[in-house]
């Protein structure tokens, strides 16, 4: 099956994440001068932007990413709760089940930023247990909280909210309703999160979780994890060297392309959120270990935590895996992510006497006069020389080429052309409806 498939099995499903939910602020500026006080530089703060942040942050990318997200987790009586709860909310998240513990202080992570580069962070946090009460009423809600889930993702900070008698709980209530659960653990203990279909540790903590020193093999650290515990699937990322998967008498690596690395700030809850998400729709996993390294590569290039949408995945699948810009059948459903939200202009073309001085003279004052949208050529017959797809491709004008379809009438369905041509006789005829354009 193809990358191409997560798209035609896509859903928006609903998807519980469980975790230690935070508040990642940043304070950006610029750096002048040194302190007179101290020898320390000075930053002069622009603005500052709060965002949710660890498990918040996966809640984030799975929503951009078209899921619909429970959020389970503990929060302080306090303002930075409010402020999360809020952002949460205007995300279409559901946080009924974000639970207020007396006492406990909501973290807060204060990245001081200057010249697209991180000063220092400053934690306001207090790591403190869950309490008795807290976690006997969370357990007690537990079958109505996963009624409605089709998978669970776990993340961890180890700031004391999962309990090792939580987390028994939430991955055994989650097997009985045969619901998979996806682990980004932390810690050396990961007997904890035994009966999880997968956990996804990097390479140290791997190693940490093993007992082993990290001269020895991945693949024997990895084996001793699966000895330890009843999890299926060990997925370790290992930054600029990608991803390997271990199973049973089973390893395979995915190796990354990696263009710049600006922060790694949030590159595993990115990975958390597009590998749940695709296992989510069915795709099998060692697809959605490509899909993780694509997601992770792009949001190392941005400062601070950013967020994978489903439009930006489906833009790196085609840069990776498919020819250029041409979309045929199979693979015209990652062509409607990516003209998701965008404006664009339809032209209906027989190859043939066609390609004229005439027919890219007006493709240029097409895409001139259309400049806020993308131009799409669909080909009423297929070539039968691929030399004339590619002359049609290397045009800058040329946005997308559809190569003769049989659902072109679905695709306009879903997304109307802002103008719809054709191009007969040197000349180009706008077209009034859907229907006239595949008669």
């Known amino acids: ?28 500026g610029t750096v002048k001068r040194v302190s007179p006080e101290a020898p320390v530089i000075v930053v002069h703060a622009k603005k500052v932007k709060r965002l949710p942040g660890g498990a918040g942050n996966v809640v984030l990318n799975l929503i951009s990413l078209g899921a619909r997200v429970i959020a389970l987790g503990r929060l302080g009586n306090d303002s930075a709760k409010d402020e999360l709860l809020s952002s949460l909310k205007k995300e279409n998240a559901v946080v009924n089940h974000l639970y207020v513990q007396k006492g406990y202080t909501t973290p807060i992570k204060n990245r001081v930023i200057a010249g697209n580069q991180q000063i220092v962070r400053i934690d306001f946090e207090e790591k403190e247990p869950l309490s008795l009460e807290l976690e006997k009423q969370i357990i007690s809600d537990l079958p109505k909280i996963l009624n409605s889930v089709s998978i669970v993702a776990i993340s961890d900070y180890a ?11 939430i991955i055994k209530s989650a097997n009985e309703m045969e619901i998979p659960v996806i682990v980004d653990p ?9 009966g999880a279909h997968l956990i996804k540790p990097n390479a140290h903590e791997a190693y940490l979780a093993s ?14 994890i699966l000895e ?7 997925m370790i990322t290992r930054s600029n060297k990608g991803i390997s998967i271990f199973q049973n008498n089973y390893r395979k690596d995915f190796p990354v392309k990696i263009k ?11 990975v958390l959120a597009v590998v ?8 099998p996993l060692d697809q959605a270990a490509v899909l993780c390294n694509l997601a992770a590569a792009e949001v190392i290039e941005h400062l601070g935590c950013a967020r994978i949408s489903i439009k930006t995945l489906a833009e790196l699948i085609l840069s990776q895996h498919l020819d ?11 062509l409607q992510f990516i003209l998701d939200h965008e404006e664009f202009v339809l032209l209906q073309v027989t190859l043939g006497n066609s390609l004229t001085p005439s027919f890219f003279s007006h493709i240029k004052k097409l895409k001139k006069e259309y400049a806020d949208c993308k131009v799409v050529l669909y080909l009423e017959k297929e070539p039968k020389d691929d030399a004339l797809i590619e002359l049609l491709a290397s045009f800058n004008e040329i946005d997308f080429i559809i190569n003769k379809v049989d659902s072109l009438q679905k695709f306009c369905e879903r997304h109307a052309p802002k103008k719809i041509y054709n191009f007969v006789e040197d000349k180009l005829i706008s077209k009034k409806s859907l229907t006239s354009l595949v008669n």
């Not at 700031?159 to 709980?169: E, I, P, Q, V």
């Not at 710049?260 to 990115?270: F, K, L, P, R, S």
């Open 1 to 28: 099956m193809s990358l191409s498939a997560l798209f035609s099995r896509y859903k928006k499903h609903n998807i519980l994440v469980v975790g230690d939910f935070m508040m990642d602020s940043y304070t950006i």
């Open 159 to 169: 700031k004391g909210f999962l309990t090792d008698n939580l987390l028994k709980a």
């Open 186 to 194: 932390k810690g050396s203990d990961f007997k904890k999160y035994s």
């Open 211 to 224: 007992g082993y020193d990290e001269t020895v093999s991945l693949e024997l650290a990895a084996n001793k």
């Open 228 to 234: 330890q515990t009843e999890i299926e699937n060990i």
């Open 260 to 270: 710049e690395v600006t922060d790694v700030t949030g590159a595993g809850d990115t």
């Open 276 to 283: 749940t998400f695709a296992l989510s729709n069915k795709v």
């Open 324 to 334: 250029n810009k041409v979309f045929s059948q199979s693979y015209l459903q990652v």
